[in-house]
């Protein structure tokens, strides 16, 4: 019984203890470059987009939006997008989601763009920041140390309508993510 007690508290604090405390915030956060492959209205929430995302797994990723006042629905089908993909999932009008999408939002009109990335960018791959390392956090952890909500603080579009993190682009292999006309947005 004594030997119980420990090794349960001592696996729990091993996942602890292998965390770097130097470990940039952003590098915690996973976020993927994705592609919409199939999307539809959610049946009673006017406001929500329910869309199956690839995100290089297995299979697709369903992922609910509050995107339908900002874009028809022919315009999100096979739309790339940027996910976070180590939130964990929740229920959204009943229907389960396992990430988001980001948007820009612009402070001054309240138009809301879709985080785009580059042409060529894989589903799957990491959106990343130039000299910034680590890996993401497991989704439970993520939530519970509020890392999303630190990271979302420090994401805005640039003058020349770059996401960015503390002023450095989000970047995929073929370039950084975007958005269309939001500049000095938010994003979430």
């Not at 994705?34 to 406001?47: F, K, L, M, P, Q």
Request: overall charge negative.
């Amino acid at each position: 019984i004594g030997g119980g007690g420990p090794l349960r508290g001592g696996g729990g604090g091993g996942a602890a203890a292998a965390e770097d405390p130097e470990q940039p915030d952003f590098t915690k956060v996973e976020l993927k470059v994705g592609r919409i492959v199939r999307v539809w209205e959610h049946e009673s929430a006017d406001r929500l987009f329910c869309e199956e995302i690839d995100v290089g797994e297995e299979q697709p990723r369903s992922i609910a939006s509050g995107l339908r006042e900002h874009y028809r629905l022919e315009q999100m089908q096979d739309r790339r997008v940027v996910v976070v993909a180590n939130l964990p999932d929740s229920k959204l009008v009943g229907f389960k989601s396992q990430g988001m999408v980001l948007a820009a939002t612009s402070p001054e009109t309240g138009q809301v763009e879709l985080v785009t990335p580059p042409e060529g960018a894989a589903p799957g791959e990491r959106v990343t920041v130039e000299g910034l390392t680590g890996e993401p956090l497991a989704a439970k952890v993520l939530k519970k140390k509020k890392v999303f909500e630190a990271v979302r603080e420090e994401l805005r579009t640039s003058a020349s309508c770059v996401a960015c993190y503390r002023g450095q682009p989000l970047m995929t292999s073929a370039g950084p993510c975007t958005v269309d006309s939001v500049a000095g947005g938010t994003i979430s």
